[in-house]
């Protein structure tokens, strides 16, 4: 028989064995026929499941680079510049023709202070931080001059029943607005200087919160409340990131709250928002008439909009659709993706902001860069919160967004000290003075960033403070988070990301020369108590200079005056 003759019941055995799997199991027919979709269905829910791992790796690269703030804050500033201008000329277009005659005037003078707002962004960006720091406080003067002056009839610009600004050649200029970019620098400033650990009521109240009730009093007389909303939010932010106390916090919180309260119900339309955000007043064309049509405009838009320069709301229907209600034209243009990608752009601001201050080692960029994105980040969230109906209605633009030339100045400005900030990060200065600089920095010609170096008044603090016996017997803590680095800071010393931990100083003999007393305290460099028994002289034979080190001081303390001390 040839062996091509096929064998009885030869097929159906091979049908047997192929059916088997590796291991000998049989398997039936419905089991044959359900492992080829299985392996599909692995493959799919395998690649369902690698690409938010791939997305959030890619993050990662991006922020693992040194430049990486640096780069999101320019590409940020950019894009927020250039949609709020699209945006303004879309929505002022009907008003701007119905008044002037022309839909380009707003956008024009929008355009004409973004463009210098560009150039105060390069200022800034190329400042450096040590002039800035010497500039801060004659920038303040300035600002609260012109915040003076502004009241004054014949050089203020009365509008709409409030005196706010300041016509100078055609363009209108708020001081208001310019103070906000002085207290942040001077209050940083400020504060820093006075860094101390465990730092008292007055060094952290005073001078700022004097100067701050100062600044705010002369808005009120604008009248502007808020801009005056907007001080209080940098206060606030600045003594929290400086260290003040959770409960002296909590109650100036309060205090200001009912304050603000009490100012927005004194003015009659004021509390008449107020009153319609409540409900306690039903009156769609009275005082609630501009929340109502932010609301229809919004509702309009739906999810993907009715098209960029198709708003109905503009045609003079949402009064202030191009300033304090640009939000609702962009819901209505561009539905609830294009809000949501504003949403997205302030929170990535906020995020990178607050990525700039922890990973600064200069106490003063830390606060200034928090107070910053802290400043620009609420006035966002609450501008769009009046919009959507979650707050009253309180006249805070929307940065950037909003038509208003000195506040798309002043943001721009904010925007550029947050991006010299990110060029001061430790890997960010390592990276530029070792390697060559970038396209972007040949074109701008940017200086070197310079390392921070604690001054000569931080270092002999720290180690004044290091030298106290009772800082000595404390255990070195553990590292802080980088929430606690943010508002407590790291020693001066420090260089990199994590703070320095220094050993415990040795007990050493007390110098000749007089010592300085911590008053807060009132310990001297030896740790005897101002007040306190002074303790017996001890024998000063039979022991070296070592053994007076190991057993401590073998000299009496006497105070030879008010702040010092001196060895008898």
């Known amino acids: 028989m040839s062996s091509s003759t096929e064998v009885p019941g030869r097929s159906s055995r091979t049908a047997k064995q192929t059916s088997t799997n590796q291991t000998g199991t049989k398997l039936t027919g419905k089991q044959r026929t359900s492992t080829q979709p299985t392996t599909g269905k692995k493959d799919s829910s395998s690649a369902s499941t690698s690409w938010p791992a791939a997305v959030v790796e890619a993050v990662r690269n991006l922020l693992s680079r040194p430049l990486a703030s640096y780069h999101l804050i320019l590409t940020i500033a950019f894009l927020l510049t250039v949609f709020g201008l699209v945006m303004v000329l879309s929505a002022s277009s009907v008003e701007g023709y119905s008044k002037?005659?022309?839909?380009?005037?707003?956008?024009?003078?929008?355009?004409?202070?973004?463009?210098?707002?560009?150039?105060?962004?390069?200022?800034?960006?190329?400042?450096?931080?040590?002039?800035?720091?010497?500039?801060?406080?004659?920038?303040?003067?300035?600002?609260?001059?012109?915040?003076?002056?502004?009241?004054?009839?014949?050089?203020?610009?009365?509008?709409?029943?409030?005196?706010?600004?300041?016509?100078?050649?055609?363009?209108?200029?708020?001081?208001?607005?310019?103070?906000?970019v002085a207290l942040c620098v001077w209050g940083a400033h400020l504060l820093a200087s006075r860094r101390r650990d465990n730092a008292s009521l007055k060094e952290l109240l005073i001078p700022l919160v004097p100067v701050a009730m100062l600044v705010c009093l002369l808005i009120i007389l604008e009248p502007n409340l808020s801009t005056t909303i907007t001080i209080a939010i940098i206060v606030g932010a600045m003594l929290w990131f400086a260290g003040l106390p959770v409960k002296v916090f909590l109650t100036f919180a309060a205090v200001g709250t009912a304050i603000a309260v009490l100012l927005a119900l004194v003015e009659g339309y004021r509390s008449q928002r107020v009153l319609s955000f409540l409900g306690s007043i039903d009156d769609p064309q009275g005082a609630g008439y501009q929340a109502r049509q932010a609301t229809y405009a919004l509702a309009n838009g739906g999810v993907f909009g009715v098209g960029l320069g198709q708003s109905r709301a503009k045609w003079n229907y949402l009064p202030n659709a191009h300033n304090d209600f640009i939000f609702a034209i962009i819901g209505e243009e561009l539905g609830l993706i294009g809000g949501l990608l504003v949403v997205i752009l302030f929170a990535i601001l906020a995020f990178i902001g607050f990525r700039i201050a922890v990973r600064s080692v200069d106490p003063f960029l830390r606060l200034m860069t928090g107070t910053i994105t802290v400043l620009i980040t609420a006035q966002a969230f609450i501008n769009i919160g009046y919009v959507i109906g979650l707050l009253p209605v309180t006249g805070i633009q929307l940065p950037l967004l909003s038509a208003g030339g000195t506040s798309t100045l002043t943001v721009l400005a904010m925007l550029g000290l947050l991006a010299s900030a990110a060029r001061h990060e430790p890997e960010a200065?390592?990276?530029?003075?070792?390697?060559?600089?970038?396209?972007?920095?040949?074109?701008?010609?940017?200086?070197?960033?310079?390392?921070?170096?604690?001054?000569?008044?931080?270092?002999?603090?720290?180690?004044?403070?290091?030298?106290?016996?009772?800082?000595?017997?404390?255990?070195?803590?553990?590292?802080?988070?980088?929430?606690?680095?943010?508002?407590?800071?790291?020693?001066?010393?420090?260089?990199?990301?994590?703070?320095?931990?220094?050993?415990?100083?040795?007990?050493?003999t007390p110098r000749t020369a007089a010592v300085r007393v911590d008053y807060r305290t009132g310990y001297s460099g030896t740790g005897t108590r101002r007040g306190a028994p002074v303790p017996p002289r001890s024998n000063r034979g039979g022991g070296g200079a070592s053994d007076a080190g190991r057993a401590g001081s073998t000299h009496q303390w006497r105070p030879a005056g008010r702040s010092t001390w001196s060895r008898h």
């Open 429 to 508: 200065v390592a990276a530029l003075s070792t390697g060559e600089p970038g396209r972007l920095g040949r074109w701008l010609r940017l200086p070197a960033p310079v390392p921070y170096r604690p001054t000569r008044a931080d270092a002999l603090r720290d180690r004044l403070d290091q030298r106290r016996p009772d800082r000595a017997r404390v255990p070195a803590p553990a590292a802080p988070s980088r929430w606690a680095r943010l508002r407590h800071g790291t020693p001066t010393e420090a260089v990199g990301r994590e703070p320095v931990r220094r050993p415990a100083p040795t007990a050493r």
């Open 100 to 180: 002037d005659g022309s839909s380009y005037g707003l956008f024009a003078t929008q355009m004409i202070f973004a463009l210098l707002g560009l150039v105060g962004f390069y200022v800034m960006l190329r400042l450096p931080v040590r002039l800035l720091r010497r500039a801060a406080a004659p920038l303040m003067v300035v600002t609260t001059v012109l915040l003076a002056l502004v009241l004054i009839p014949g050089i203020g610009t009365l509008s709409q029943g409030a005196r706010r600004w300041f016509v100078i050649g055609g363009l209108s200029v708020q001081p208001s607005e310019l103070v906000k």
